[in-house]
Nanobody
Framework: QVHLVESGGGSVQTGGSLRLSCVAS????????MAWYRQVPGSKREWVAH???????TYAASAKGRFTISRDNAKNTVYLHMSDRRPVDTAVYYC????????WGKGTQVTVSS
């Protein structure tokens, strides 16, 4: 069974950069498209970006130009590098397989204050 663990969140001020990590234990994901999502309380989970097995990324409009998704297959880890952070980026961030999603992890809270 795949177990997803997100980390790297925190409380930060507007601007600057932050890197989130997602370790997928119990599975080797190098042949899968991995995605990052975020969710604000009371709202639906929102897709942020995904990275296919060939390393080609796709971003939501809100993330394009500011966020970078990457992966380290040797570490079974997917990253989300967030730059130019804004208060609207405040959310709990999750990772999962883009297709055939497995059980969601606990996510990591990112809070951006102005």
């Amino acid at each position: 069974q795949v177990h997803l663990v997100e980390s790297g969140g925190g409380s930060v001020q507007t601007g600057g950069s932050l890197r989130l990590s997602c370790v997928a234990s119990g599975s080797k994901h190098q042949h899968s498209t991995m995605a990052w999502y975020r969710q604000v309380p009371g709202s639906k989970r929102e897709w942020v970006a995904h990275l296919d097995a060939l390393g080609s990324p796709t971003y939501a409009a809100s993330a394009k130009g500011r966020f970078t998704i990457s992966r380290d297959n040797a570490k079974n880890t997917v990253y989300l590098h967030m730059s130019d952070r804004r208060p609207v980026d405040t959310a709990v961030y999750y990772c999962n397989f883009l297709r055939n999603a497995t059980s969601w992890g606990k996510g990591t809270q990112v809070t951006v204050s102005s």
